[in-house]
């Protein structure tokens, strides 16, 4: 790992609010990701799995925590499985976590060699009266791949058919969604990256650019500052690609009188951060796109100042969806007669406006949190409106990440990023 050590007492706060919330009698496991095959012996980069990792700070493959608040032994209320290493791992793939590494870096004291799992495990569930499974319930997910969790969760099914299932998803939700302020301050060094590598983009770009080459730029800054490179697959989109949301070929050139709109943004220590910022290619806005500009920061600085204990997820979409009502009436975009008969199902405004302003962020890019309920101090959510216009050849969406205080406008994790167009073209000229 490139990042910097994370204190242990972080993961050793995020087990106790976990099993703070177990049912009595009850152990909940979580399991590492796999490494995915390619193809002949290539993997793609291994990726631990966010749950795990929250609990535990454990950032290897092959690894397995078991939490059991109730066990007999006090030893076992907490435990990890780590692979066993020897000196020809060490030579082939380099250093694993020891036992002692493992406790350093987690806090958990009691930790063993995997191949001891199924036997200690076993013993563990003749305790036991409930075992939490880890799915993936997050409402954007669409896996089709079967994951070690769910290979555990159907062996366990079939060699434990006695015991009670629970879901360990929604105490997740619950408490992921709430940032300690030692995660707060690691998004914080992931913004921070973010803004090094667009500073150095805004001295690159200029007509004639690819949209890779300018990928290539922000990779090279993320990585030289300890972020494995990007949280999400980046977008770079000059001119009409903007208008397609998820445009992430960038391949085409960026040329005179153009805009780019660049979604993208460094991880750092497994935690994300969420940035778009468009900028024109020749260094100057022209009228129209600076008026269409400044009308998304607009909605942007009015939607981030709803962001505060008590809002609802659902309806402050609704009201945001209102304020870029009016502006794209300023726009000349929609009349009032499209506003009157539009459809309440589909407002008119979804024309120039079709995504959700904001989600949750932290160890994912779209976060595990609470939706359905009040939101709480310490929450991090984007906030990205837009407006895509592909009948005049450009999009504008602008993002930040901000996190909810327990009163007034949330913090701005961004803040020092540039995002006024007069700062944008002055940097760009300089």
């Known amino acids: ?27 909940a496991v979580f399991n590492s ?48 499985f780590v692979r066993e290493t020897n000196a020809h791992i060490a030579v082939w793939e380099g250093a694993k976590l020891t036992k002692e590494d493992a406790t350093r870096v987690s806090g958990i004291q009691t930790v063993y060699w995997l191949s001891d799992f199924d036997k200690i495990f076993f013993d563990l569930m003749t305790e036991a009266e409930t075992i939490y499974f880890n799915t993936n319930e997050h409402y954007r997910q669409a896996v089709e791949t079967q994951t070690r969790e769910d290979r555990f969760i159907r062996k366990c099914k079939q060699n434990f058919p006695a015991h009670q299932w629970a879901k360990s998803n929604p105490i997740l939700q619950e408490i992921r969604g709430i940032k300690e302020p030692e995660e707060i301050a690691i998004m914080q060094i992931a913004c921070n990256i973010t803004e090094k590598g667009f500073r150095r983009v805004l001295e690159f770009v200029k ?37 397609v949301l998820h445009y992430i070929e960038n391949n085409q050139e960026c040329k005179e009188g153009e805009l780019i709109l660049m979604d993208l943004a460094a991880e750092y220590a497994n935690y994300s951060s969420d940035m778009t910022r468009t900028i024109p290619v020749s260094g100057r806005f022209t009228a129209r796109q600076r008026a269409v500009y400044d009308a998304v920061l607009r909605v942007k600085e009015q939607a981030t100042k709803m962001l505060v204990p008590g809002t609802l997820w659902a309806e402050y979409h609704k009201e945001v969806g209102k304020i870029m009502t009016s502006e794209l009436l300023g726009l000349g975009l929609l009349d009032k007669a499209a506003v009157q008969n539009e459809d309440p199902d589909w407002p008119a405004y979804k024309q120039y406006f079709m995504h959700g302003t904001s989600h949750h962020i932290g160890l994912n890019t779209h976060d595990y949190g609470a939706l359905k309920t009040p939101m709480k101090a310490n929450m991090v959510f984007t906030v990205e409106p837009g407006i895509y216009i592909p009948e005049e050849g450009f999009g504008i969406r602008l993002e930040d990440d901000v996190v909810i205080q327990e009163s007034g406008e949330p913090l701005n994790l961004m803040q020092n990023i540039p995002l006024a167009a007069e700062e944008i073209e002055e940097l760009m000229n300089a």
């Open 33 to 80: 990701n796999d490494i995915y095959p390619i193809g002949a012996d290539a993997t793609m980069p291994f990726e631990q799995d966010r749950d795990l990792f929250y609990l535990s700070g454990a950032d290897q493959e092959e690894t397995i925590l078991i939490l059991f608040p109730d066990a007999l032994n006090p030893k076992h209320k907490e435990l990890l």
């Open 1 to 27: 790992m490139k990042y910097d050590p994370i204190d242990s007492q972080l993961f050793v706060k995020n087990r106790k609010k976990f099993m703070q919330r177990m049912k009595a009698k009850s152990i």
């Open 207 to 243: 007509p004639g650019v690819f949209e890779y080459e300018i990928e290539a730029e922000f990779l090279h800054e993320f990585v030289r500052n300890r972020s494995k490179g990007f949280a999400y697959t980046p977008i770079i989109a000059s001119g009409n690609n903007a208008n």
